[in-house]
């Protein structure tokens, strides 16, 4: 009997999901959202596409460079990992919280702080960065350990 590739068949699995999911977002955005706010939405993806490519991805990449100086490069995997991370989610944050409190309460998507909620998100990305650190210096000292 074949033995069944788990990985394969999870990735499948997601693919095939991320595509009905990027359909049926495509559908009803051309079925129940007006021309106009379609066009600012198209403006807004391409403002943050380029803000992406030409500000944060060169802004990552020489933290990258100026923490080579300073932390070894297991540490610094991880601390680039929330460098992506944390720039990110600011990208997406930072137009909610420029926008708080601009709409009444009543047309207002949501009643939130972002700038706490901001802060929660950072500090949890932190923390999983952190913690799998921790986790890759563990296994690391355990293979050194059984090695000797």
Known sequence: MKRIDVMLVARVAASAGGVVLGV??????????PGASLLRLAVWLVGALVINDLVLSPLVVAVGVALRRWLPDRARRYVQAFAIMAAMITLVALPMIYLQRTFPPEK?????????????????AAVISLLGYLRDRRRARRVAATAD
């Open 24 to 33: 049926y977002g495509a559908i009803r955005l051309l079925t129940d959202v």
């Open 108 to 124: 207002a998507l949501l009643e939130q702080d972002f700038g706490v909620n901001l802060t929660i998100l950072l500090a949890l």
